[in-house]
């Protein structure tokens, strides 16, 4: 049997089960996220609470001012066993012709939210699902229906001696090359979105995604505008929850970088964004990767072990990554 392109979305819950093996669920659909509130804060509770890749919140902020806003379609499917919630899938479609998404625009929609022995059983209910969606950065119990491809994790080591030491001498010379070059800047810490010093390092940033995409219309503005404001609510959010990681620096008294990630797990962060001054006169700075090398010896003091730029491996990052970690995509099964 064929799966056309619509499918599993034009069945009924009960088709669904059926046709997938699913039997010994109850599933249900839900086309809002204020439905699915009370059974998602359950599994949360229950799998990973505190998380903000897996917080109700958080995935309700990117569809209100994100996906909503762009006419997309909202399909959360909620699988029980016996009264008890056991995976929620939040996915949304922007158009007729485009595939159905787990929110892969943004960090924390890159996870499945069950637990990783269960994921296994709807590989094939979620084969229609457009298939980089279904990343994780944890290992399933069940890998059949996975395959893997190399993470950006950094591991920090205990100092940061330690962590030089396992690099060539000609990339540690290019790092002390930019600590030299920004030598005069003040960093500092915190673990708040500082909105209003952010507003002019915003505006250059975001002129730099425009020109970088070529957007020429006001629906490409658009799009890397409300991309880049969904992103700053979430780091709110992550501050709300304890987990946000913020620094800042300054050239005399003028801002001209910020650097945000978040904490995950019990001794991992997320590497999430970096606005900076994206003028020529700025440029010498390597201003994102010196935000990065500042970032990690933040981590390092607060005792966090792995630093995660998964999200976003832009090849100037590759030469920090010092491990042989692995993800996990979700493929799309075959069938006769």
């Known amino acids: 049997m064929k799966l056309d392109s619509a ?13 997938f093996g699913l039997s010994d669920f109850e599933l249900a659909v839900h086309l809002d ?5 009370t059974h998602w804060i359950e599994l949360n509770k229950s799998y990973k609470d505190g998380e903000l890749s897996l917080d109700w919140q958080s995935h309700q902020l990117i569809w209100e001012h994100f996906y909503q806003v762009r006419y997309g379609r909202l399909w959360i499917l909620c699988a029980m066993q016996k009264g008890t919630v056991r995976a929620i899938f939040p996915m949304i479609k922007e158009d007729a012709s485009a595939p159905w998404s787990l929110c892969d625009e943004f960090i924390i929609g890159r996870e499945y939210f069950c637990p990783p022995d269960l994921i296994h059983r709807f590989a094939l209910l979620l084969s229609s699902i457009h298939q980089e969606d279904m990343s994780s950065f944890y290992l399933p119990h ?19 001696e330690t962590f030089w030491a396992g690099f060539k001498q000609k990339n540690q010379k290019e790092y002390q090359r930019i600590r030299r070059i920004n030598a005069d800047l ?18 250059s940033q975001l ?33 709300e929850m304890g987990k946000l990681m913020s620094l800042y620096f300054y050239e005399g008294k003028q801002l001209i970088a910020a650097n945000f990630s978040v904490r995950r797990g019990k001794n991992g962060v997320d590497d999430y964004l970096c606005l900076r001054d994206c003028s020529e006169t700025q440029k010498r700075r ?7 090398l500042e970032n990690m ?40």
């Open 142 to 160: 069940n890998t059949e229906s996975f395959l893997t491809a190399p993470s950006g994790v950094i591991d920090l080591k205990v100092d940061a």
């Open 33 to 37: 996220y204020d439905s699915v509130r």
């Open 186 to 203: 003040i960093t500092e810490r915190d673990h708040v979105v500082r909105r209003e010093e952010i507003a002019g390092i915003l505006r």
């Open 207 to 239: 002129d730099y995604w425009v020109r970088k995409k070529n957007a020429s219309s006001e629906d490409e503005y658009s799009y890397s505008r409300d991309k880049i404001h969904t992103d700053l609510k979430l780091m709110e959010r992550a501050a």
């Open 297 to 336: 010896n933040f981590c390092r003091d607060q005792g966090l072990c792995f630093y995660d730029l998964s999200a976003c491996m832009a090849p100037y990052k590759e030469s920090l990554i010092n491990t042989q970690m692995t993800h996990y995509h979700l493929y799309r099964p075959q069938k006769a």
């Open 7 to 19: 499918a599993p979305f034009d069945l009924s819950p009960k088709e669904m089960a059926d046709r």
């Open 286 to 292: 390597s201003l994102g990767i010196f935000a990065i």
